[in-house]
């Protein structure tokens, strides 16, 4: 669209009339200056005055909302936004600290640029790969190298300068885009300078104005991954999936590795495109059984030796580049020629991607830079062509299985980041080097969780050598792995390296299972936050500076990070001392629900808490209300999925869900919103799910929604659009669930709980004491000694339940009696007798819930 000056300056008595087109406030013959936002604005030097108008590989956008702003133009030309005052002194010749000044104009963060300046404060980016890291160290035999993380988009100093001078460009190909090498004259500048002083929300989203947004990820994404580095069959793939089912555990992507292709140097290597048919006889077929499953796959491409003459396409790809197929020479990659590209899609990948391939796992680790096209990095540019092949030409929404290239690769996502040791340091680094990414917008990371490989020989110090998967390690992983964008188990070709949930023996299969049925049950909330993503271009995991950017706190506990606008995760990246694990945590202002625990917590302070191994720290904005899925899926397939509303302790709350077809490329459009809110007032709580706003195809007009209330006595009397009606009380959660009958999402719903008196305090811990309880109790018997005989205190600690849950009239009554004996196990545990025995029984039950008074 077109733009206009909304506001001009009389100076040196004449208007100053700027152009009508993408915001440029001045140009002259050598000169031009773009106002893209208030915070953001193009400097151009030209010295042949021959500007540049085509997209490049970090600035696609090129047409800008109308922005206020004045020009002054004399001797010096002055261009003023609410934020910011450029000054350059006219036909001075290019930007340098004597004719180009940006400052901060008053009522908005102060500061004074000069060409030159360094940044002092940068934040940090994202780097292409983890690839041989141990945390943050690439670990090359004995020399140890820190990853150098590339500078992000912003800084604690407030100022951002982009230098795209030399980047590469678009040929503006109406068929499809292609790289155009920049022809500027020498000394030519293109820069994007950005002021924001704290506000770094602001600062991504005017970076996305001329960079462009994050893409929202197909829904599948967000489910569980599986993926190995191994030789599967067609039959040990059923299998797998077999016993996923039998263990309900959902999952949504298989991952399949190289040897999907043949790999034995006669039909394939690396590098390699025909089925292997001694694993995979018939190839639709699996394919076909997988999607009626409700599975999505991808398959490994390591794509750099190009197309061999044993392919089964070759002689069609000959044909595309001109090539003689009867001289049997190997085709090289030339990801640089369009004829090259087109021909792998037409002949090779898009056949598959009918026959069910659903996208592409690239992985390029070999010569960094096209063959034909100087400097053109191979990484940023397969990213391009794979994602903008699916963007044009099918009618899926586009996904990408790869490595981060560089600026402007956030367009073209997921990332994978590559080939990890396994060890705690590697667990310590991710979370940082996960919302860190969001400083580029990189926001999609899927991390090999659980570590790819064991750390042996010359390669990890002896101390941090693993030489087996350490069950506690992997529940950690995947505990964080569930908090992130994408949940994605992967490791090397080594029969040591087993990561199934049932490979650990039962204790550790069902912490494994609840991990990854809980990142189902938050499958909405998500979900949204995905979209929010690309509506906002704030990631879902996002560093605390995002939402808290005046307290120092915020920068030094680096592992911590917002997961969306409501949670915050404080990740345990470290190993138990006697079952528990303590870590500090950083609480922001306002109070936080700690969900584990049923703790709510005052903000504003560094608390220490202690995790089982079946625990992890997730924290909540006290009074949210969030979306979660009600009851248990297989997939994230469906439209119409049953939704809990979830309803958080200590005030009102209000959400937005989003929702859309899932795979569908228009999304921008084609999707709905539901407006969720709950309201407090002294006795009362009503909580509110309003009409669904928007279309979508294959939306269900139908849904079953539900909404429990955590934290909450039993209500005298429950209400569903003024209707009386019932409830039960789920005595884990100290819950109260009301499932609504099947309603139209059109219409409205009102749900009323009335309580008989001021809401008493169940957000005290309470859940968390008796969840650690009642598992040792029940425990006791068959662990330690299954003779003692306990008391009618101690008993009704392991009945606490099944004694609210059959009563739940009588929740305050046996909380509170829960409550004082938990206070008084000392004395309690005394009937126990003197003995040594006795002694040692009341310890251990003792340690096992890591008793404090």
């Known amino acids: 669209m077109k733009n206009f000056v909304l506001s001009a300056i009389v100076a040196l008595g004449a208007i100053f009339t700027a152009s009508a087109v993408n915001n440029v406030a001045y140009q002259d013959a050598t000169v031009r200056f773009t106002v893209i936002t208030?915070?953001?604005?193009?400097?151009?030097?030209?010295?042949?005055?021959?500007?540049?108008?085509?997209?490049?590989?970090?600035?696609?956008?090129?047409?800008?909302?109308?922005?206020?702003?004045?020009?002054?133009?004399?001797?010096?030309?002055?261009?003023?936004?609410?934020?910011?005052?450029?000054?350059?002194?006219?036909?001075?010749?290019?930007?340098?600290?004597?004719?180009?000044?940006?400052?901060?104009?008053?009522?908005?963060?102060?500061?004074?640029?000069?060409?030159?300046?360094?940044?002092?404060?940068?934040?940090?980016?994202?780097?292409?790969?983890?690839?041989?890291?141990?945390?943050?160290?690439?670990?090359?035999g004995k020399e140890k190298v820190k990853l150098p993380v590339e500078d992000g988009v912003i800084a604690r100093d407030g100022w951002t300068l982009i230098d795209d001078s030399k980047n590469f460009l678009f040929d503006g190909n109406?068929?499809?885009?292609?790289?155009?090498?920049?022809?500027?004259?020498?000394?030519?500048?293109?820069?994007?300078?950005?002021?924001?002083?704290?506000?770094?929300?602001?600062?991504?989203?005017?970076?996305?104005?001329?960079?462009?947004?994050?893409?929202?990820?197909?829904?599948?994404?967000?489910?569980?991954?599986?993926?190995?580095?191994?030789?599967?069959?067609?039959?040990?793939?059923?299998?797998?999936?077999d016993k996923m089912d039998a263990y309900q555990i959902p999952i949504d992507v298989l991952v399949v590795d190289m040897d999907w292709h043949y790999t034995d140097n006669v039909r394939g290597g690396w590098t390699g495109f025909t089925w292997n048919k001694s694993l995979f006889p018939e190839p639709n077929k699996f394919l076909n059984y997988l999607r009626d499953k409700g599975l999505k796959i991808?398959?490994?491409?390591?794509?750099?030796?190009?197309?061999?003459?044993?392919?089964?396409?070759?002689?069609?790809?000959?044909?595309e580049v001109g090539m003689n197929p009867a001289e049997k020479k190997n085709i090289p990659w030339w990801g640089s020629r369009k004829d090259f590209t087109k021909g792998l899609f037409k002949h090779i990948l898009n056949p598959m991607e009918k026959e069910g391939v659903d996208f592409w796992w690239l992985d390029w680790q070999q010569y960094p830079n096209d063959l034909l096209v100087?400097?053109?990095?191979?990484?940023?540019?397969?990213?391009?062509?794979?994602?903008?092949?699916?963007?044009?030409?099918?009618?899926?929404?586009?996904?990408?299985?790869?490595?981060?290239?560089?600026?402007?690769?956030?367009?073209?996502?997921?990332?994978?980041?590559?080939?990890?040791?396994?060890?705690?340091?590697?667990?310590?680094?991710?979370?940082?080097?996960?919302?860190?990414?969001?400083?580029?917008?990189?926001?999609?990371?899927?991390?090999?969780?659980?570590?790819?490989?064991?750390?042996?020989?010359?390669?990890?110090?002896?101390?941090?050598?693993?030489?087996?998967?350490?069950?506690?390690?992997?529940?950690?992983?995947?505990?964080?792995?569930?908090?992130?964008?994408?949940?994605?188990?992967?490791?090397?070709?080594?029969?040591?390296?087993?990561k199934e949930p049932w490979a650990f023996g039962p204790e550790v299969t069902d912490v494994l299972r609840d991990i990854i049925q809980q990142r189902y049950r938050m499958a909405p909330y998500i979900y949204t936050t995905a979209r929010q993503a690309h509506d906002t271009s704030i990631s879902m995991c996002r560093p605390m500076y995002y939402d808290y950017p005046g307290a120092e706190e915020a920068y030094q506990f680096k592992n911590q990070y917002m997961f969306g606008d409501d949670m915050m995760i404080a990740p345990v990246t470290s190993p138990a001392t006697n079952g528990f694990t303590t870590i500090k945590v950083w609480l922001p202002e306002g109070k936080w629900y700690e969900m584990v625990s049923g703790t709510m917590l005052d903000g504003g302070q560094v608390v220490e808490r202690d995790f089982a191994l079946d625990e992890y720290p997730i924290y909540v904005k006290a009074g949210a209300v969030l979306p979660f899925t009600g009851g248990k899926v297989k997939n994230l397939t469906a439209n119409d999925d049953p939704v809990e509303v979830t309803v958080f302790p200590g005030g009102n709350g209000e959400f937005k869900m989003y929702e859309d077809a899932g795979v569908s490329k228009n999304y921008e459009t084609e999707c709905a919103w539901t407006a969720l809110s709950s309201k407090r007032e002294d006795a009362r709580l009503t909580v509110n799910i309003a009409p669904r706003q928007g279309k979508y195809a294959g939306m269900a007009q139908n849904r079953d929604f539900s909404v429990r209330v955590l934290c909450s006595e039993a209500p005298a009397s429950v209400t569903v659009n003024g209707q009386k009606a019932d409830y039960t009380y789920d005595a884990k959660e100290l819950a109260v669930v009301v499932k609504l009958p099947k309603k139209a999402c059109g219409t409205a719903t009102e749900v009323v709980l009335n309580y008989a008196g001021p809401a008493h305090n169940l957000a005290d811990g309470t859940i968390g004491r008796a969840k650690r309880v009642v598992k040792t109790i029940n425990e006791f018997k068959s662990k330690c000694n299954p003779g003692r005989l306990f008391n009618d205190e101690v008993a009704d600690l392991g009945s606490f339940y099944v004694g609210i849950n059959y009563n739940p009239e009588n929740v305050i009554e046996w909380v509170n009696k829960f409550n004082t004996t938990y206070n008084n196990l000392p004395e309690v545990f005394k009937t126990f007798g003197d003995n040594d025995r006795a002694k040692a029984d009341a310890q251990w039950i003792f340690e096992k819930i890591n008793y404090k008074k």
């Open 174 to 241: 109406t068929d499809w885009d292609w790289v155009k090498e920049r022809k500027a004259a020498d000394g030519a500048q293109d820069w994007y300078f950005m002021a924001y002083g704290n506000d770094y929300k602001k600062a991504l989203g005017d970076y996305a104005t001329f960079a462009g947004k994050m893409p929202l990820p197909p829904r599948y994404v967000f489910g569980y991954w599986w993926s190995r580095y191994w030789a599967y069959s067609d039959q040990e793939m059923r299998d797998l999936i």
């Open 298 to 319: 991808t398959l490994n491409l390591h794509p750099a030796d190009g197309v061999m003459t044993w392919e089964e396409k070759y002689p069609e790809m000959c044909a």
């Open 38 to 140: 208030d915070g953001a604005v193009r400097m151009e030097y030209a010295p042949d005055g021959k500007f540049v108008d085509d997209k490049s590989f970090v600035a696609v956008e090129r047409d800008y909302a109308p922005v206020k702003y004045t020009v002054k133009d004399g001797s010096w030309v002055e261009i003023t936004t609410p934020k910011m005052k450029l000054r350059y002194k006219k036909g001075s010749g290019a930007f340098t600290e004597k004719n180009t000044e940006i400052k901060g104009v008053k009522g908005a963060f102060l500061f004074t640029w000069k060409p030159g300046m360094k940044q002092q404060a940068n934040l940090k980016g994202t780097y292409r790969t983890l690839d041989r890291c141990l945390g943050d160290v690439f670990s090359p």
């Open 374 to 498: 100087d400097g053109l990095s191979n990484t940023w540019w397969i990213n391009y062509t794979f994602f903008t092949q699916q963007e044009k030409f099918t009618n899926k929404r586009p996904l990408l299985y790869h490595r981060w290239g560089g600026l402007g690769n956030h367009r073209y996502q997921i990332g994978f980041s590559g080939d990890t040791y396994m060890g705690w340091k590697s667990l310590d680094y991710q979370p940082y080097f996960n919302h860190t990414a969001s400083n580029v917008l990189y926001g999609f990371w899927s991390h090999d969780i659980g570590g790819h490989m064991l750390g042996l020989g010359d390669d990890i110090a002896p101390e941090d050598a693993m030489d087996h998967v350490d069950p506690e390690l992997y529940i950690r992983w995947m505990q964080f792995g569930a908090l992130s964008p994408v949940l994605r188990t992967h490791s090397t070709k080594d029969n040591r390296l087993e």
